[in-house]
């Protein structure tokens, strides 16, 4: 069974402290690694897609890194705007496996 | 390009009611995902459909049911509501089973009383 643990369950940041969120996987077989972006009362955004070990991908103050057990979402000089929950989630070939997010907030 | 779309947006039912909650995919998309949203549990995969075929199914009971009409166009329905089933309902559109990203409509939060 797919597992996907996320840490830390909440994140409270200052505007500018950069940080990086943490996702744990475990998955027989890794077709893709998802994160998006979920704000109150509204529906995951899409952020990232990564595929294999080694690969980065970067959105503005958001980068995303990818190894064989673990990926990382770091936040570079935040900005109040950045507050959300941020979810990874693995395509492990056959339904995709959501961790339980991590709550950011930054404030000014 | 139009995102996926869910109706209706907010419910309120009683126990031991039905309700059928509506998604219409991103147009070019065939694969519809749904999924159910609670604080303690997170975003738990309800069932997948594609080609008007459920594809995959997660661990709900029977209550919940699905299907996808030859538009991609798809409906969910829990039967006899518990207090349990309260939650906010995605509903993600993607091309299809090979493996691709899936983008969530803006949910439809059903509150059972």
């Known amino acids: 069974e797919d597992q996907v643990t996320q840490s830390p369950e909440a994140l409270r940041l200052q505007e500018g402290e950069s940080s990086s969120l943490n996702c744990s996987y475990t998955?027989?077989?890794?077709?893709?690694l998802f994160w998006y972006r979920q704000d109150p009362g509204k529906g995951p955004e899409f952020l990232f897609t990564l595929y294999s070990a080694g690969e980065e991908k970067e959105k503005e103050r958001l980068k995303a890194t990818l190894t064989k057990k673990e990926s990382f979402l770091h936040i570079t000089a935040p900005k109040p705007e950045d507050s959300a929950t941020y979810l990874c989630?693995?395509?492990?070939?056959?339904?995709?496996?959501f961790g339980k997010g991590t709550m950011l907030l930054v404030s000014p | 390009k139009a995102g996926v779309t869910q109706t209706p947006r907010y419910l309120i039912k009683t126990r031991g009611q039905q309700v059928t909650l509506s998604c219409s995919p991103i147009?070019?998309?065939?694969?519809v995902s749904w999924y159910q949203q609670t604080p303690g549990q997170g975003l738990q995969f309800l069932f997948e459909?594609?080609?008007?075929?459920?594809?995959n199914k997660g661990n709900f009971p029977g209550r919940f049911s699905g299907r996808q009409f030859s538009n991609s166009r798809s409906e969910m329905n829990v039967s006899t509501l518990e207090l349990g089933d309260s939650a906010l309902y995605l509903c993600a559109s993607d091309l299809g089973p090979e493996g691709d990203t899936q983008y969530f409509g803006p949910g439809t939060r059903l509150t059972v009383l």
């Open positions: 998955v027989s077989g890794l077709r893709g």
């Open positions: 989630a693995v395509d492990g070939y056959s339904t995709l496996t």
């Open positions: 147009s070019g998309h065939r694969s």
């Open positions: 459909y594609f080609s008007e075929t459920q594809r």
